[in-house]
């Protein structure tokens, strides 16, 4: 992977202007925290700023790990047994948050789903017991099986970020990409056809709806969970590759796809790709501190099973949906700077 290792003086550096914005905002869903962030961004480490530029223009690896930020588990507190407590104003981790805002910000632009944890830029992933057997962030007791984040959405992300506050049992994230795989050619123009239907994800579904704040968000949001449920009742056709000849990228999440039988071409060629990918998986623990960037155009991500003991204790990470290119949500945002896709 690509590693970028903060120096002894790039994380006082950032401490001390982590420090000063923790005074100036209660939260990185501040719109005007929001609003700066790119600018503010541009006094991290020189360092820092180099490598994530590298990352995101020779795209050198799926994945790039900044580590060396320091966590104090105490400070942190607890780790909460669910999202709806402990989104925005308040949170012990506020100084972390800003920091991997900051840090995601060099690469593009947050947004939030309407359709996922109250609309929030910054997601919690930690093990929620109701969760437990299901294909989601914040179960545990499966295997999470790799996929592309939000494959089954044409707004999709370039980047998810996700950044450690703890991980006590070093559970692994995973991670596959076609690099080193030579897919037959006749395999990959399957591929690059529209060929492969694919259902939303369970997190985006309205069994996962919580709170919905006032009367205009709650219809918007509304029409969002309707177009959801219309996707999963009638999964949309989708190219799992796209892009150059040489390094395709993907998009695939296995476990929600399903090719009719009416298509065994189509069905084997997605077979071929995800056996190659299977074949290759990798694991990393994340440490307390460490941010991860997944290239989520070069690489797909999962997790391994672990037990949750659900005493503020489990695995801790929040998650960021970093987007290069705003525009292409603009149809599906309220305004040009609104980051909430509906
Ligand atoms: N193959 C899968 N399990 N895909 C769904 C991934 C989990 C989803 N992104 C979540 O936030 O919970
Ligand atoms: O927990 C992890 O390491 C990955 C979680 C994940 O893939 C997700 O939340 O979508
Ligand atoms: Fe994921």
């Not at 719109?31 to 360092?47: C, D, G, Q, S, Y």
């Not at 503020?312 to 909430?340: C, E, I, M, P, Y």
Request: glycine residues 8%.
């Amino acid at each position: 992977m690509f590693r970028i290792d903060l120096s002894e003086s790039d994380i006082a550096e950032a401490g001390v202007l982590v420090a000063a914005l923790a005074e100036r905002y209660r939260t990185v869903e501040d719109p005007a925290f929001v609003r700066e962030a790119t600018i503010i961004a541009h006094e991290l480490p020189r360092a820092l700023r180099a490598g994530l530029l590298e990352f995101r223009l020779t795209e050198p690896h799926p994945l790039c790990v900044i580590g060396g930020y320091p966590i104090d588990d105490d400070r942190i507190g607890l780790t909460p047994g669910h999202w709806k407590d402990c989104g925005g104003e308040g949170r012990p981790t506020l100084a972390e948050d800003l920091f991997f805002y900051l840090c995601a910000s060099l690469l593009g632009d947050p947004i939030a789903w309407s359709t996922q944890q109250d609309g929030r830029l910054l997601h919690d992933v930690f093990p929620i017991k109701e969760h437990q057997f299901e294909q989601l962030g914040s179960g545990s007791e499966e295997l999470l099986t790799w996929h592309i984040e939000d494959a089954f959405h044409p707004m999709r992300t370039d980047y998810v970020g996700l950044m450690c506050l703890r991980n006590p049992d070093g559970v692994n994230t995973t991670y596959g990409s076609l690099e080193g795989i030579d897919l037959p050619a006749d395999v990959v123009e399957v591929l690059r056809q529209e060929r492969f239907p694919i259902r939303p994800d369970r997190s985006h579904l309205a069994a996962n709806r919580q709170n919905d704040g006032d009367e205009q968000l709650r219809r918007l949001r509304d029409r969002s969970y309707e177009w959801i449920s219309g996707l999963d009742a009638n999964p949309e056709p989708i190219a799992v590759l796209f892009g150059p000849q040489e390094n395709p990228y993907l998009r695939l999440d296995p476990y929600f796809m399903e090719v009719p039988a009416s298509d065994p071409e189509a069905a084997a060629a997605l077979d071929t790709i995800v056996k190659a990918i299977d074949a290759n998986i990798a694991g990393y623990a994340l440490k307390p501190g460490e941010v991860l960037f997944l290239d989520n155009y070069r690489g797909t991500h999962g997790r391994e099973p672990f037990t949750a003991r659900f005493d503020g204790t489990d695995r801790w990470l929040t998650r960021l949906n970093v987007a290069r290119d705003l525009r292409k949500s603009r149809a599906h945002r309220r305004s040009a700077d609104d980051r909430t896709i509906y």
